[in-house]
């Protein structure tokens, strides 16, 4: 049977430890923050022409719409 004391010295309780200097780290920080803003344009970009293929699919089904009313109001003045 395993106590606590037994857990706490079997997984060790650190983590690597990492030094690199203000201009590494400022490099690392643009880095992100490119990969964020490169990222958020693709998703613009993505949203934009989901956007206008919808768009493009109810302009289209209105006109379907519209031109099967005008067939059935003049068949219905007959």
């Not at 650190?14 to 590494?24: L, T």
């Not at 949203?47 to 302009?59: I, M």
Request: charged share 40%; glycine share 2%; net charge neutral.
């Amino acid at each position: 049977m395993y106590s606590m004391f037994d857990l706490l010295f079997e997984t060790p309780s650190y983590r690597p430890v990492y030094i690199i200097s203000d201009s590494e780290m400022r490099e690392l920080k643009k880095n992100q923050h490119q990969g964020e803003l490169d990222e958020i344009t693709k998703q613009k970009v993505k949203l934009e022409d989901a956007f206008k293929a919808q768009l493009k699919h109810l302009e289209e089904r209105e006109k379907e719409v519209k031109k099967e009313l005008k067939v059935l109001s003049a068949s219905k003045d007959k």
